[in-house]
């Protein structure tokens, strides 16, 4: 094995990395002791099946609310009849990157032993992963309460050779991308299926792949809000240590620190305002609110990465199979509201920091628009549109989910947490909150090119200089969509 090889070890914990990795191909690791947990749950299983008197939801029984029935007597028959009532989903396929991931969180709750599910679902779980290919799976249908079941079922689907995939970022039949990825189709009994699709997988992979993108553009928002301070010549006493010590939130206090570094050695022009717009003097109260409230988020997105979310889980040691809900996904459902939320005032921020920087009346006497000739030409303006418009968009998106619980399944599932859509929806405004990091960006790049003065804070100084190496200036107007995504690129990596 190489050392730079990507490997996931399915006996520890999943971290937020290992998820990011997922999106191309990754060794996953099935090592003897997963392995052995693995078959001795599914022995178990069998073993309670042999007795005529353990009914086992899913397995002997038909599916939610119509658990009062028999289920199919061939586990074939009984694999088919749990997937195919689920192919019910809708919309545009999600994104390759959220479907991996998912998967990978349900690899780990599988290994765990507690789902009697066969070795082979977890070795070919496994397998998947060594190649590119991912399952096409509808952004429609899940409520995020008995798992993420019909986005789960397609993956299970494609997993089986039905239904449709990707391979290479090909889409295609599933049957044939399994084929030419060298992958065998994946045989499942009703256990199996039942065990694939009955957690909130999905939900989990989305919050945590959005929470890794927030907290960069936290990180982003920091660094741009002191190259503003820079570049307009303010006072930056609005850090000053004793008085972020009286605020007494720890955000706070660690987003100060590190704006501190980031502009030591600044110089004052001397020329501002006593004090700045809020969007300047109370950015370390925002910045750290948002901290806070994030580290809310990494401690249930960290449960969630070393939970079981199954029904029922069986544990042989005690001889007993127990049926609950553990495929409830509350908390995530919970946490990705309040990162949508986040996302929301980081947006505001960010939007306006940028308003000041296009506005000659608080510029500090820099071109209207940052244009580099007002009239022939027109710099930002296309840019600070946009940027309304992502904001509208995030703030339209950011109506918690988590509590519009809607009765289903003939009232079997009478409270639901929406946790699906909560995480989905963080993930596609995270993206959002990020091309507004690029869009500040490329304003104080061009900033520098219309006048503005060099920064004179070291931290500040190397930023600036790497996105003047990135992104040419605006002089004369061209577009600039994949500018605003290059600077978002750049400021990314140049954060703590």
């Keep these: 094995m190489l050392a730079t090889e990507k490997v996931v070890d399915l006996a520890v914990p999943l971290s937020g990395t290992d998820l990011a990795r997922a999106r191309g191909p990754l060794k996953v690791q ?9 078959e001795r749950g599914r022995l178990f299983l069998r073993e309670v099946l042999r007795e005529e008197d353990r009914p086992v939801y899913g397995a002997t029984t038909g599916f939610g609310a119509l658990v009062g029935f028999a289920g199919r007597d061939d586990e074939a028959d009984q694999c088919d009849n749990t997937l195919a009532h689920l192919g019910a989903g809708q919309g545009p396929d999600l994104p390759p990157d959220i479907v991996r991931a998912a998967l990978l969180v349900r690899a780990w709750s599988l290994a765990q032993g507690a789902s009697g599910v066969s070795a082979h679902v977890v070795d070919g779980l496994a397998a998947m992963f060594a190649t590119t290919f991912v399952p096409a799976v509808p952004r429609y249908g899940s409520v995020g309460a008995s798992g993420d079941l019909i ?49 909130t997988s999905l939900t989990t992979a989305a919050l945590a792949l959005a929470l890794a993108s927030v907290r960069a553009s936290l990180r982003a928002s920091g660094t741009l809000t002191c ?29 100060a620190a590190d704006m501190r570094r980031t502009l030591a050695g600044a110089s004052p022009s001397g020329q501002r305002a006593l004090q700045e717009p809020y969007s300047i003097r109370c950015s370390p109260q925002l910045l750290g609110a948002a901290e806070d409230a994030l580290r809310y988020v990494d401690g249930v997105v960290a449960a969630d990465l070393r939970s079981v979310s199954d029904n029922p889980l069986f544990f042989p040691a005690d001889n007993a199979v127990v049926h609950g809900g553990n495929f409830f996904g509350q908390p995530a459902a919970f946490a ?12 505001n921020l960010v939007e306006r920091q940028l308003d000041l920087l296009v506005d000659p009346a608080r510029n500090g006497g820099l071109p209207p628009m940052l244009a580099a000739g007002p009239g022939r030409q027109h710099g930002l303006q296309g840019v600070q549109l946009a940027t309304t418009a992502f904001v509208a968009e995030i703030r339209r998106a950011a109506v918690p ?18 946790g699906t859509q909560a995480a989905l929806r963080a993930h596609e405004v995270a993206g959002l909150l990020r091309l507004l990091c690029g869009s500040l960006a490329l304003g104080l790049r061009q ?3 219309v006048g503005s003065r060099r920064p004179t804070a070291p931290g500040c100084a190397d930023v600036l200089d790497a996105l003047a190496a990135a992104v040419p200036p605006v002089d004369p ?15 990314a990596p140049l954060t703590p």
């Design 30 to 38: 099935v090592g003897s002791a997963v392995r052995s947990e693995v």
């Design 151 to 199: 986005p789960l079922a397609y993956a299970a689907q494609a997993l089986r050779g039905r239904g449709a995939a990707y391979l290479g970022g090909v889409r295609m039949p599933a049957a044939r991308a399994l084929d030419e990825a060298g992958l065998a189709p994946l045989g499942l009994d009703g256990r199996d299926a039942l065990a694939l699709v009955n957690g």
């Design 227 to 255: 190259l503003l301070v820079d570049l307009l010549g303010a006072d930056p006493q609005f850090l000053d240590p004793r008085l972020i010590a009286a605020y007494a939130h720890p955000g706070a206090a660690a987003i």
């Design 336 to 347: 990705a509201d309040v990162l949508a939320m986040v996302t929301a005032q980081l947006g």
């Design 401 to 418: 989910a988590s509590m519009q619980s809607l009765p289903t399944n003939l009232h079997n599932q009478d409270v639901v947490p929406f």
């Design 447 to 449: 900033a520098l090119h």
């Design 477 to 491: 107007d061209r577009p600039l969509d994949a500018d605003v995504r290059t600077a978002a690129e750049v400021i």
